[in-house]
């Protein structure tokens, strides 16, 4: 069950205050403490029966002028792209939910409206109009404020197999003189398919175009020569044999800390660099020395005495000895 199917079940549609009255609850109700004003006379239970992204979309989705449909972020979310939940970087900003219209509109708080030439293609799910796949990915990857946010939605995308690299290619070869069109091709060359966290994205997006390091492998499996698992890392380059992690929320924990200290050890013991990073690293004061951090694990990587290592990608390639 995605997310979005998840917070639905709590979640209540937005209901006009004129069928409030139809059902006998008097204006003085509906305007009082029990009631919460979503907008244009609409309102929901007070308070609201949650401050979830399927709230705010259903709140939205009641105010779609006719022929818009959800787009963007939100339609991803509505479809189970999990990652795509309009919260921002740091997970406490709430984004306006896209809106595809026809008409030209003013955008406000909770709708952010995009004017399109020409017929809406959409499909309903769970009740809610919204974009197709390929439509989504390629507006939510032109409409992003940066590539970096850009690539974060492609991959997203491709990880939860609403799209495929190849769809999305012939879309953006196709398409001419459409705003942020040259944003999304950008995003493109560097959308990869095994990405397993919208951190990651980031990670790599820093790795790759900001610190200048070549294309890392991401979430392989590296092993010791005795043919044990020692970890995937989120990023794994094997000519410097750099190993670029991100710690999320959960490695907070002394137990999981304990075990990542264990893995990092175990890393190194076979000829494999380590640089760890966080949610704080990512952010634009901290960025500078993250990319210095890579830069010298990738250069200390490519000096180390090679003679030393003891780790394969794959365990049947250990060379036999007698």
């Known amino acids: 069950m995605s997310r979005f199917e998840e917070e639905l079940e709590v979640a209540a549609p937005p209901a006009l205050a004129s069928d409030l009255r139809g059902s006998g609850i008097s204006p003085g109700r509906i305007r009082g403490p029990s009631w919460h004003r979503v907008r244009n006379g609409l309102y929901v239970p007070a308070p609201e029966p949650t401050d979830s992204t399927a709230q705010r979309i259903l709140n939205a989705a009641a105010l779609l002028p006719p022929g818009s449909v959800i787009a963007g972020w939100a339609a991803a979310y509505v479809c189970g792209v999990d990652w795509l939940d309009g919260k921002g970087l740091t997970g406490d900003h709430a984004e306006p939910v896209d809106v ?10 909770l ?9 809406i293609s959409s499909r309903v799910r769970h009740g809610i109009p919204v974009t197709p796949p390929l439509s989504t ?4 990857a032109r409409w992003a404020t940066t590539v970096e946010d850009a690539v974060v939605f492609l991959d997203a995308m491709l990880h939860f197999r609403q799209v495929s690299l190849r769809a999305l290619r012939e879309r953006l070869t196709s398409l001419r003189a459409v705003h942020g069109l040259e944003q999304a091709r950008a995003a493109l060359d560097l959308a990869r398919t095994n990405v397993w966290s919208p951190r ?10 900001e610190a200048g390091l070549p294309p890392p492998l991401l979430n ?16 794994f380059d094997p000519d410097a044999a750099l190993a670029t992690e991100f710690d999320g929320a959960q490695h907070r924990d002394r137990e999981q800390h304990r075990k990542d200290n264990i893995r990092e050890e175990r890393f190194e013991s076979v000829g494999v660099t380590v640089v760890r990073s966080d949610s704080l690293d990512l952010r634009p004061h901290h960025r500078r020395q993250l990319i210095r951090r ?9 000096n180390r005495n090679r003679t030393h290592d003891r780790w394969l990608l794959d365990p049947r390639a250990w060379p036999e000895t007698t």
């Open 200 to 209: 990651e994205s980031r990670l790599r997006y820093c790795y790759e175009v």
């Open 111 to 119: 709708l952010r409206y995009h004017f399109t030439i020409g017929p």
């Open 100 to 109: 595809l219209t026809s008409a030209k509109r003013r955008s406000h708080d």
């Open 294 to 302: 890579m830069q010298d694990g990738h250069r200390r990587g490519l």
């Open 137 to 140: 990915a390629v507006d939510g």
């Open 220 to 235: 392989v499996r590296v092993f010791d020569d005795d043919g044990i698992l020692i970890g995937h890392p989120d990023l």
